[in-house]
């Protein structure tokens, strides 16, 4: 023979073979010198050469690992191993997959390349593996020695997009060299949607990608976008880095650059970013933000933002200028850090115009900055002692209305509470009775607070207005309740309730008679202790009651109908702290001339403090509560022997008292609340109604008077205010026919009847026959063999109707009712899987208005989306196009067109 060849395993299993090269002793070249004199049968013998033999050795520092799944050839004469099938060769830190791998023993090379399938597609491609990466290519030649390679049409992930070179040089430093390669952040890599073609390019792998002449191409199309070099960072860490501004044209502001400015990341727990706008009309912003976080303990994040707007220009009666500002932070406390300890941090706060003159999320549905009148924040610190009944809190508070700029703070919100424990219940107890002072259970709880309500133009924090703006005090609250078996069904809950205010300071009052008002006269300090008490016992049971309706005209469709009713009476007793001993109210006289009488004035000198005053007059009440539900039990289609309940009536609820020791109006109003569900639908309802009639004063204001409605107007109970709502949601899901083949089909399809169809953009081409054949069909079948049609859509429907008081109608005496009623609509629709509508409006039926309305239309474009947003009516009218690259790395490659709502001449 010729040479010496060894056939390998065939494919039946897999074959892994180690070499260890380092320790081959045997000269291969004097094998094959021998091998070659017995084949011929010379007698000659050859003598090896020592050149050829130092220079052919395959001699490296480490072992070679490679294994294949099909065949192994050796070939001594060539020194060449031939891998076929799923080939890996290894080699330290380096790894190589492919089809086919042929290693060169002679160079110390590698050369490997797929194979292609009978239909046409490459298969087994290289895919080299080194510590900067994973890269997939055509056909590689590696050296291992150099750790140099020559490749065609290499395909690498860097950062969030791909670079694609058709030839490509890697050197000893693990960079490449490329020429006429393309940077994309698209997938399709054989054919991408766009790329910036890269005529000469190195890319550090891990690093940054740099590039001499590139130019833009989108759908094969060259535009003339020209850079003549460029740096794309790719580093897996995030960096610090300058970040471009976008160009915006407004007919009120100006040309404008935006965003702009530099983030900095300055460690792994905290970053910090800078960005400011500018335009031509002077107008500008700043906004800072910073993300943090502590594994395991903290994260949050904090933003700022300071704008002044111009509008018009100077000297013009219709020029002004707006400074806002705007400050949110949250902050979140790990539940891994401290279970008995917690801190957070929800902080909203901005200037009452912010929202209505810098508006960066407007065509966002979900967006309520518009619409929103109140923001609230909050700063808060629980502590828990472990084994311990003892609790403490403390809060910063804030609520802003933008609509009359009011703002309510409370700085300190501070309590400690005693949770409820029972102080004669014995320790070693022997059996499960418990006597009378066992049940008595006590509580305690005590909060502090610093409280302002005020104008935003108003507010002050000097001396001075903490003096004469700001409200504080201390309360102090000790509940003492027992639980008593009554007569088996009743449970009796006896309880008394005292509480302590401690004040600063107290206000007397008298009249001006310049004025002709009622002023406060004098404010004292000091000390002021004002306590009150209650005793109260109630009790409650439930009711059921079954009704079997006539079968003869409901069937047997309805088993029963079942009602539960939850009455409860409760007693309650208040002594009159109005009473001179307690020295919590005064009065004085002073003639009224529009009266023409003396008139007495009776206040408490603790009027408008923070937690109130004690009651005047005697009460001795009993209030009443009913609650109502009512189910009905029917047969289930499903289950022929089993039954569901439907409910009719979730809840129907009416709640009055009566005052025994008042002497007059003893009734308070009836309130009524009720929710049920029609339809699928949630339905709220509500009222609340007066027994008394109301007559006027001398001067003709109305009041309440102690005569019934039904011995004035022959009426039982006088409507007060009412209220309804409800909301539908219905889609395509919701008259989607069932499946009633269920999984016993055997011709069931096993994919996801939602699963989208591939992307229509992609290198694939589309063959109709493969429609129905799961290939790459754009179309699912139907049951009755047909291309299955399916559109997607949602809407959500709200309304809401009140009535409450309006204006006095003497001739009826009562109030008339002002009817506020409003609508709200929004919902989406799929027409295909890459195209989206969606849309929200309202209308309001009392002020006779739209509401803020909003039409979005998206479009999926595979690496790039479309949107346009269109604001058709009201103050923010305007539209907003934009066509843009999906990756944040390419953010700035897009194109927009807007009329921003700042150009509308109402806003």
Excluded at 439 to 449: A, D, P, Q, R
Excluded at 525 to 550: E, L, M, Q
Excluded at 841 to 863: M, Q, V, W
């Amino acid at each position: 023979m010729t040479l010496i060849r060894t056939n390998a395993y065939k494919a039946l299993k897999q074959i892994a073979l180690t070499i260890i090269l380092s320790s081959v002793t045997v000269n291969l070249t004097d094998i094959r010198a021998q091998e070659v004199m017995q084949d011929s049968g010379s007698t000659q013998s050859a003598s090896p050469d020592s050149t050829n033999a130092q220079s052919g050795s395959f001699i490296i520092d480490a072992e070679v690992k490679y294994k294949a799944t099909d065949s192994i050839d050796f070939d001594i004469v060539t020194q060449k191993t031939y891998l076929y099938g799923n080939a890996e060769v290894s080699y330290q830190d380096v790894l190589l997959k492919a089809h086919t791998i042929v290693l060169d023993m002679d160079s110390s090379t590698a050369f490997a390349y797929g194979q292609v399938d009978s239909l046409g597609n490459e298969t087994g491609l290289p895919v080299f593996t080194d510590p900067s990466g994973e890269y997939t290519m055509r056909r590689m030649k590696y050296n291992f020695r150099t750790e140099k390679a020559i490749i065609e049409h290499i395909v690498t992930e860097q950062g969030e997009g791909f670079v694609v070179g058709s030839k490509a040089k890697k050197i000893e430093d693990n960079s490449y060299c490329m020429q006429n390669a393309k940077y994309t952040t698209c997938d399709n890599h054989d054919h991408p949607h766009f790329y910036l073609n890269l005529t000469k390019a190195k890319v550090i792998p891990g690093k940054k990608t740099i590039t001499g002449p590139a130019y833009l191409v989108v759908e094969d199309v060259k535009l003339p976008i020209i850079v003549p070099f460029a740096m794309i960072p790719t580093t897996s860490s995030y960096s610090s880095g300058f970040l471009f501004p976008s160009y915006r044209d407004e007919q009120v502001r100006g040309f404008g650059l935006t965003d702009g400015g530099y983030y900095w990341a300055a460690s792994d727990y905290f970053d910090f970013m800078l960005k400011g706008d500018l335009f031509t009309n002077g107008s500008w912003a700043i906004r800072t933000g910073s993300n943090y976080k502590v594994r395991y303990k903290y994260g949050g994040r904090f933003n700022f933002q300071y704008i002044t707007n111009i509008f018009s220009e100077k000297d013009l009666p219709d020029y002004r200028k707006n400074k806002d500002m705007a400050i949110t932070w949250s902050h979140r406390q790990d539940a891994k850090a401290n279970p008995y300890q917690t801190f957070s941090a929800s902080v909203n706060y901005s200037t009452s115009s912010f929202d209505q003159n810098n508006i960066n999320s407007l065509y966002n549905p979900a967006n309520n900055d518009i619409s929103t009148n109140t923001k609230r924040s909050s700063i808060s610190y629980s502590k828990r002692w472990a084994g311990k009944p003892f609790n403490f809190s403390a809060n910063l508070l804030h609520s802003q209305n933008s609509r009359d700029t009011t703002i309510d703070l409370t700085i300190p919100d501070l309590t400690f509470t005693v949770n409820r424990f029972y102080p004669f219940k014995k320790k070693n107890k022997v059996g499960t009775n418990e006597n009378m002072l066992e049940k008595i259970s006590l509580s305690y709880t005590g909060n502090m607070k610093n409280y302002v309500h005020a104008k935003e133009s108003e507010l002050g924090f000097d001396g001075e207005s903490f003096a004469n703006q700001w409200k504080n005090g201390v309360k102090h609250s000790i509940p003492v309740a027992m639980n008593l078996k009554f007569l088996k069904h009743f449970t009796v809950t006896p309880s008394f309730n005292y509480t302590e205010r401690w004040y600063l300071n107290k206000i007397e009052k008298g009249y001006d008679e310049i004025e002709k008002q009622i002023v406060n006269t004098d404010t004292i300090t000091g000390f002021n202790r004002v306590y009150d008490y209650s005793f109260s016992a109630g009790t409650s049971t439930k009711i059921y009651t079954f009704f079997r309706p006539w079968r003869k005209l409901f069937g047997n469709k309805v088993d029963a109908i079942r009602h539960v009713a939850t009455p409860s009476v409760s007693m309650s007793y208040r002594p009159d702290f109005g009473d001179s001993k307690y020295g919590y109210y005064d009065w004085f006289e002073y003639y009224d001339e529009a009266r023409d009488e003396v008139v007495r004035h009776d206040y408490s000198y603790y009027d408008g403090s923070l937690y109130g005053v004690p009651g005047r007059g005697k009460s001795g009440s009993m209030s009443f509560s009913l609650g109502n539900t009512l189910e009905m039990k029917v047969k289930s289609e499903k289950d022929t022997t089993g039954f569901k309940k439907l409910k009719i009536l979730e809840s129907l609820n009416f709640s009055t008292s009566y005052n025994f020791l008042a002497d007059s109006l003893k009734w308070q109003p009836i309130n009524m609340t009720g929710r049920t569900k029609l339809f699928g639908t949630n339905v709220n309802f509500g009222a609340r109604f007066d027994p008394y009639a109301i007559d006027t004063t001398k001067t003709g204001k109305p009041i309440r008077v102690n005569q019934s409605v039904w011995a004035q107007q022959g009426k039982l109970l006088r409507l007060e205010s009412a209220n309804l709502s409800f909301g539908l949601n219905f889609g395509s899901d919701t008259f989607k026919k069932k499946d009633k083949k269920g999984s016993d089909d055997p011709n069931a399809n096993d994919e996801d009847p939602n699963a989208l169809p591939p992307d229509p953009l992609n290198n694939q081409e589309f063959d109709p026959q493969a429609a129905f054949k799961g290939g790459n069909a754009t179309f699912t079948q139907g049951d009755d063999g047909y291309a299955k049609f399916e559109i997607p859509w949602n809407i959500s429907l709200n309304y809401s109707l009140r009535l409450s008081r309006g204006d006095f109608n003497t001739k009826k005496m009562d109030y008339n009712f002002k009817v506020t009623s409003d609508v709200n609509l929004n919902g989406n629709i799929s027409l295909t899987p890459k195209w989206r509508i969606n849309f929200a409006s309202g209308y309001s039926f009392d002020r006779k208005e739209i509401a803020h309305t909003n039409i979005g239309i998206s479009r999926d474009l595979h690496c790039w989306s479309m949107n346009f947003n269109l604001v058709p009516v009201g103050r923010y009218k305007s539209y907003f196009f934009t066509i843009r690259v999906n990756s944040s790395m390419l953010q700035d490659l897009k194109y927009e067109k807007r009329n921003h709502p700042r150009d509308n001449g109402v806003f």
